[in-house]
């Protein structure tokens, strides 16, 4: 079996029902909770919209709350400065060009306010069930122990390079997955090596 095989293999194994961990109920609040995630755990994020999807349920909630409010609203997240600007900009873009509704494509998602490739992949997998591998931090770390991209890779390179190793049918389940196997197993710090079923090929067997 190969090392892709064996990883896939693996995966579906420890975690046959990974999903997206993102609270949310429309394609807008989706968009939205993606980017506050930025540099911030989905966990905080979760705990922030369960509010803020109550309090803005629109897209004109978000472009007429004045930004001070919004930001406010944001506060107890990384960046919350930048992304209340980002969201309220994204809205009015959202309304003013795509008629209301979260654009479905990569470079239209890509031309909004503070989405960028991994947002954007998020969306169209998520919502819009369109096959894409997003690399986070936990997809990066994963791909680059299990020896699936090099070190020195950019987000970009381990994309394409597990575009390239994973069938397409694949992608978007696999994605949640190595994210989960990713926050719940091989850690950044601590991670569970003694109990990896994987230890045999890892860059790193005993972190």
Not at 24 to 43: G, R
Request: with cysteine; net charge positive.
């Amino acid at each position: 079996m190969g090392r892709v095989e064996r990883v896939l293999e693996t995966l579906d194994a420890m975690f046959p029902e990974a999903f997206c961990e993102l609270n949310h109920t429309n394609a807008l609040e989706l968009l939205i909770a993606v980017m506050l995630s930025a540099q911030t755990t989905d966990a905080s994020v979760n705990r922030l919209t369960v509010r803020l999807f109550e309090k803005y349920r629109t897209l004109d909630d978000y472009i007429h709350t004045p930004l001070a409010t919004l930001e406010n609203d944001l506060r107890q997240i990384g960046l919350y400065k930048n992304k209340a600007k980002n969201v309220q900009k994204a809205c009015l873009v959202i309304k003013e060009k795509y008629q209301g509704k979260v654009p479905a494509s990569q470079a239209e998602l890509e031309a909004l306010p503070g989405v960028g490739r991994k947002t954007a992949n998020v969306v169209l997998s998520v919502w819009f069930d369109v096959p894409r591998i997003a690399v986070d931090t936990h997809v990066e770390r994963v791909s680059k122990r299990l020896k699936l991209a090099y070190n020195k890779d950019s987000v970009l390179k381990v994309e394409e390079k597990l575009m390239r190793k994973i069938p397409k049918n694949l992608w978007s389940k696999t994605h949640h997955q190595m994210i989960f196997f990713g926050r719940y197993h091989c850690t950044a710090k601590n991670p569970k090596c003694a109990i990896c079923p994987l230890q045999d090929i890892c860059r790193y067997p005993n972190i």
